[in-house]
């Protein structure tokens, strides 16, 4: 089987199909940005072009830029389009680009990961039984869930039910049961494009190496060194009771109301979070306030967690870096111009550890729990 490339379009996401492989014996190489490492000689690539925080045309370039790579390498590896488990971003537009490029006419969607109760039937997204726009996902500042139509959330695409047959287009498949997906995947040919989400991968994964052994997850957080926890999302809880965080003494310092709305600058904040860092040797950067605002407000202060970031790297390199949620993780990799990752560990589903240089960074989805990573 050739190498393995996956195009996620955020970080945790792209960490999360880094996991899946591990899980199933294979080496896995991670890359942010959008040029591909032509070099890598791992057996999985996984890229994060952080695309579902662009515009629909940047994600357009950037999926046509990479497709060109692809072009010119011989032999061509078998393509994975890693999409978010609940539609979120600019799906269609950059299916549609890997479709032009390839040649290929249809597109297996299969976002929905029924083992954490997100399934799509008769074309309906629910997660545990609610219907997708009932959920807290209906206040995403960036992609709201307005509706639980899959017809609605994807533009372009059209309902595969499990009984019927894949047709030209993107498919948004229905599957309830990891059953189900591996139904629908049996329907793919040659001229098929894979994309969606972790389940899918997985049942893909499965279908090829059924006879490797992975990895396991029994292991353990450093308490050794620095640590630096980055928590970007607005609906993160406290970690201090967490067996973990009283091990390394970290302490816990969140976002000052004013720098939260931007009515004052962050210097004296992060001179805050530098002085708890070098006194204790770990810090948690929470921002402690719930969201008011809708996108602006969401790329301002991932890019006020990047520059905190930037200046602890600076104090002192972590040992073990975690952040949470995915543009937030996204931002503080490029500000600290991290691009190369070997994948580690997987904690947990979506709880991956990739390693750059001495620093061991985890990274998990806003909307994941956090498992036993801390235990």
């Not at 690539?45 to 925080?53: C, E, I, L, N």
């Not at 357009?60 to 999409?83: A, D, F, N, W």
């Not at 249809?106 to 609610?130: E, F, H, M």
Request: charged content about 20%; glycine content about 8%.
């Amino acid at each position: 089987m050739n190498k393995i490339l996956v195009i996620a379009d955020d970080i945790t996401g792209a960490a999360e199909m880094a996991g899946i492989a591990l899980r199933h014996g294979l080496t896995v190489q991670l890359t942010t940005g959008e040029q591909y490492p032509a070099d890598a000689d791992a057996e999985v690539v996984v890229m994060a072009t952080d695309t579902r925080g662009g515009n629909e045309q940047e994600a357009r370039l950037v999926m046509q830029h990479i497709m060109r790579q692809m072009g010119e390498c011989s032999p061509t590896p078998l393509l994975y389009k890693k999409t978010d488990s609940v539609l979120r971003g600019h799906i269609s537009a950059e299916l549609q680009e890997i479709m032009a490029a390839t040649g290929w006419t249809k597109t297996l969607l299969l976002a929905q990961n029924p083992s954490k109760g997100r399934v799509i039937s008769d074309g309906r997204y629910s997660i545990n039984g609610t219907l997708l726009d009932e959920t807290p996902f209906s206040f995403d500042p960036e992609f709201p869930a307005r509706s639980h139509l899959v017809q609605r959330l994807v533009s372009r695409g059209k309902p595969l039910a499990v009984d019927a047959p894949l047709t030209d287009g993107i498919n948004i498949a229905d599957a309830t049961s990891v059953e189900d997906i591996r139904r629908q995947l049996d329907k793919a040919d040659s001229c098929t494009l894979l994309a969606g989400g972790a389940d899918c991968f997985d049942a893909l994964l499965n279908m090829h190496f059924k006879e490797r052994v992975g990895i396991t997850r029994d292991v353990k957080l450093s308490a050794e060194g620095h640590t630096i926890i980055i928590c970007g999302s607005t609906q993160s809880r406290t970690l201090l009771q967490e067996p973990y965080i009283q091990r390394i003494g970290a302490v816990e310092i969140t976002m000052p109301h004013e720098v939260f709305h931007g009515v004052s600058t962050p210097e004296a904040w992060i001179e805050t979070l530098c002085q708890a860092y070098r006194r204790h040797g770990a810090v948690i950067v929470a921002i402690g306030h719930e969201a008011t605002g809708g996108k602006a407000y969401a790329v301002r202060l991932r890019r006020l967690m990047a520059q905190a970031a930037q200046e602890l790297v600076a104090v002192a390199s972590p040992t073990t870096m975690i952040v949470e949620g995915g543009a937030t993780a996204y931002a503080v990799l490029q500000q600290l111009g991290w691009q190369q990752f070997v994948a580690e560990h997987e904690f947990a589903p979506g709880v991956v550890s990739i390693r750059h240089g001495a620093t061991s960074v985890v990274l998990k989805p806003g909307s994941y729990p956090w498992g036993t990573l801390f235990g």
